[in-house]
T-cell receptor
Framework: KNQVEQSPQSLIILEGKNCTLQ??????????LRWYKQDTGRGPVSLTI?????NTKSNGRYTATLDADTKQSSLHITASQLSDSASYIC??????????FGTGTRLKVLA | GAGVSQSPSNKVTEKGKDVELRCDPISGHTALYWYRQSLGQGLEFLIY????????KSGLPSDRFSAERTGGSVSTLTIQRTQQEDSAVYLC???????????????FGDGTRLSIL
C-alpha cells in the first residue's frame, strides 16, 4: 500500500533554532517528492520538488534532502522564525496526477 | 486574482441538504484536483480533471458526491443529502498539464470549510 509517514507529529522550538522534519515513504512507482507548508486556514504552498536523481534542494531557509535508496526525505529549517509556525506536508507523486500526502508535522515556533 | 479561488470559504448547513462548492483555477491551468482534508488526516484525493473530462473519479466517497468542470475552467463539487461525516475542508488545486513524471507544481486554494449540523 502506498503510504507517506511523517515524524514528529508536532514540534515546538524557540525562534532562531534549527529543526529537521522527517518523511518516510513506501510509494511505487516513484516520480517525485514535494514538501508543502500549510498555514492555519490556508491551502498548502509548495516549498520544494525533488525528482529521483536529486539529493538536495533549497528554498531560502528551507533545505530538503532525498535518499531514494532508503525512501526517506527530510526538511531542514534554518534559523527559524515565528512565521515558520505551520504544518509541513510531505507528498510523493507516483506519476502524472497521483499524489500521496502525509499527515504533516505541526511546527510551533516560540519567541 | 492570480491564485486559485474557492467559494464559499465557510459553509454551515443542516444534515440532508445539498451543497455546492466552487473552484476557480489559475488561468491556463488545464489540470484541476479536488481533495478533502479532515482533522488530523492527510489530504484525501477526490477527483482529477484534465480539461473538462475527469479521467479519475476514484476518490469520490459515494454517489452523493459529484463534480463537473466547464469551459476548462471553473469546477463545482456537489454533495447531495449531506451527512455529518462530510464535515471537512475541501481543497481545490490546479496545475499546468501533468507530465509523465507528475513534476508540475500544484497550486492550492484556501479551501471551503464545510460543517454539517
Amino acid at each position: 500500500k502506498n503510504q507517506v509517514e511523517q515524524s514528529p507529529q508536532s514540534l515546538i522550538i524557540l525562534e532562531g533554532k534549527n529543526c529537521t522534519l522527517q518523511c518516510n515513504y513506501t510509494v511505487s512507482p516513484f516520480s517525485n517528492l514535494r514538501w508543502y507548508k500549510q498555514d492555519t486556514g490556508r491551502g498548502p504552498v509548495s516549498l520544494t520538488i525533488m525528482t529521483f536523481s536529486e539529493n538536495t534542494k533549497s528554498n531560502g531557509r528551507y533545505t530538503a534532502t532525498l535518499d531514494a535508496d532508503t525512501k526517506q526525505s527530510s526538511l531542514h529549517i534554518t534559523a527559524s522564525q515565528l512565521s515558520d509556525s505551520a504544518s509541513y506536508i510531505c507528498v510523493v507523486s507516483s506519476g502524472t496526477y497521483k499524489y500521496i500526502f502525509g499527515t504533516g508535522t505541526r511546527l510551533k515556533v516560540l519567541a | 486574482g492570480a491564485g486559485v479561488s474557492q467559494s464559499p470559504s465557510n459553509k454551515v448547513t443542516e444534515k440532508g441538504k445539498d451543497v455546492e462548492l466552487r473552484c476557480d483555477p489559475i488561468s491556463g491551468h488545464t489540470a484541476l484536483y479536488w481533495y478533502r482534508q479532515s482533522l488530523g488526516q492527510g489530504l484525501e484525493f477526490l477527483i482529477y480533471f484534465q480539461g473538462n473530462s475527469a479521467p479519475d473519479k476514484s476518490g469520490l466517497p459515494s454517489d452523493r458526491f459529484s463534480a463537473e468542470r466547464t469551459g476548462g475552467s471553473v469546477s463545482t463539487l456537489t454533495i447531495q443529502r449531506t451527512q455529518q461525516e462530510d464535515s471537512a475542508v475541501y481543497l481545490c488545486a490546479s496545475s499546468l498539464a501533468p507530465d509523465l513524471q507528475g513534476s508540475k507544481p500544484q497550486h492550492f486554494g484556501d479551501g471551503t470549510r464545510l460543517s454539517i449540523l
